[in-house]
């Protein structure tokens, strides 16, 4: 895709100028973090890394992806109520990924006891890129799906008006027009008050799990306002005091300093550095209650690189989504190659073709947060190292996605204005409330685009790597 910022990428002056009004506007919109010397404070705080201009998206993918997440949804909660499943699919993670298996223990712990939950909430992001055909033409590709902590539903309600502001500074306002509205924070927290409707308690609160360290506390108190205004109550607590304040009732109600909980929002968890024992202990506290966790276990296993790779394996969508071949043929769609590395015949052959064409392939280990995945010389060491291993049951292998670079500037606290080559990862935003066996909310609630230079592999706006941005529909 040409860039039609073209022109105006050349002039140096010009781009400085601009970056200044952006720089300013994103920071009287609240497209803000806090600072890595000061992340536990709001007393100093800087504007969240963005690019200056938005960047082509065409229209044809970008309702493709909206149209196959509520489809995604179904597919992460059809996951999570199937035990065998799960079990069949992790068995062999289980045993050579730690956090994982700590995760899938709790999982065991709960469904032995009974899940005492009847209402399940679901906000995840599927995250996408624009893989280049042969003949040229774009095509969707799932990267992956965020089941926990999906970020910047907040922040990303914020950058429209910036990216309309400096199109508008160069008199293209019919193009400022053009850059869609975006509320994620809106529509998370309408999944947020259904399950608290559900759950039934009038004075209950959303306990929201919050790191100690929280840069992106804007993007988070942006659904704590949404949920306020309909006058339910987030407080925010460490792992640590639910491990020291929070209790079970005898019918496994959850309280937190002596109030009841309805939901509980996970936005920490999904990293192994974020677990002590003490850390451990509050999970299966949390899990074994009947508040409504955002993700509960179960879903936070589905959104596992393990799980992604096997939904991709021949009729496994058919088995969980029985009798909807047009839902099946829209997920699959999306789906690059996906490669187990299990030990035995399958896996060997994998490795062997990594081997022989790395550059069409990434390693991938079961982490969330960015900044985990392996390409080029790294990912052919460690498949050298792995490839007798059982260790490597706990990685699987990707399809390299090679979307076609363009042309933006990303402006970042202290970095000078240039112009670099970059590619964009689209993630659409989904919500859904299950109670009992019946889907009550069901939907798409937005969009994130992010950027980041072709010269950095991975990690996403919280890793430091990428950047805010925004679809400009072609």
Not at 56 to 76: C, G, I, K
Not at 100 to 117: D, H, M, P, S
Not at 249 to 256: G, I, K, N, T
Request: glycine letters at 6%.
């Amino acid at each position: 895709m040409a860039t039609c910022w073209g022109s105006l990428l050349q002039d140096e002056q010009q781009l400085e100028e601009l970056a200044r009004q952006a720089v300013d506007r994103a920071l009287a919109e609240g497209v803000l973090l806090r600072t890595l010397q000061e992340p536990s404070s709001s007393d100093v705080v800087s504007y969240a890394p963005f690019t200056l201009f938005p960047s082509l998206v065409p229209s044809a993918l970008l309702e493709q992806a909206y149209a196959v997440q509520m489809d995604f949804n179904m597919l992460v909660d059809a996951v999570s109520q199937n035990a065998a499943f799960l079990e069949q699919t992790l068995s062999s993670t289980i045993k050579r990924d730690n956090f994982t298996a700590r995760l899938f223990n709790i999982y065991k712990q709960v469904l032995k006891e009974g899940i005492a939950q009847t209402v399940f909430l679901g906000l995840n992001r599927s995250d996408y890129m624009f893989q280049r055909n042969a003949d040229g033409s774009p095509v969707l590709k799932q990267i992956e799906i965020n089941t926990i902590s999906a970020s910047f539903g907040g922040l990303a309600s914020r950058t429209p008006a910036v990216h309309r502001h400096v199109l508008s500074v160069l008199s293209k306002t019919k193009e400022a027009a053009k850059i869609l509205s975006n509320n994620p924070s809106k529509g998370l927290a309408q999944g947020i008050t259904k399950a608290w409707e559900l759950y039934g308690s009038a004075n209950a609160l959303v306990l929201l799990i919050a790191q100690e360290k929280e840069r992106n506390i804007f993007d988070q108190r942006a659904i704590e306002n949404e949920l306020l205004a309909q006058n339910i109550h987030v407080i925010r607590r460490r792992f640590e005091d639910v491990s020291e304040k929070g209790s079970l009732d005898q019918d496994r109600r959850l309280f937190m300093d002596g109030q009841e909980v309805a939901v509980v929002y996970f936005r920490d968890g999904y990293m192994p550095s974020q677990y002590s024992v003490q850390n451990w202990e509050a999970r299966l506290l949390l899990e074994r209650s009947c508040a409504i966790k955002c993700p509960d276990i179960a879903t936070q296993l589905a959104g596992t690189k393990k799980v992604q790779q096997e939904l991709s394996r021949m009729g496994v969508l058919e088995m969980l989504l029985p009798g909807q071949p047009e839902t099946v043929a829209r997920l699959r769609a999306t789906f690059a190659g996906l490669y187990s590395l299990d030990m035995g015949e399958e896996g060997d052959q994998a490795i062997t073709e990594a081997l022989a064409a790395p550059s069409q392939f990434v390693l991938k280990p079961q982490r969330e947060g960015g900044g985990n995945n392996l390409y080029g010389e790294e990912m052919v060491q460690a498949l050298e190292h792995l490839k007798d291993s059982e260790e490597r049951a706990s990685y699987i292998l990707m399809e390299k996605i090679e979307p076609e670079p363009f042309g933006n500037c990303l402006l970042r606290p202290g970095s000078p204005v240039r112009v670099v080559q970059c590619i964009s990862e689209l993630g659409i935003f989904g919500v859904y409330v299950r109670q009992g066996k019946t889907l009550v909310m069901n939907k798409h609630v937005g969009h994130l685009l992010r950027t980041k230079a072709i010269e950095h592999a991975d990690g996403g706006v919280a890793a430091g790597v990428a950047v805010l941005d925004n679809p400009y529909p072609v």
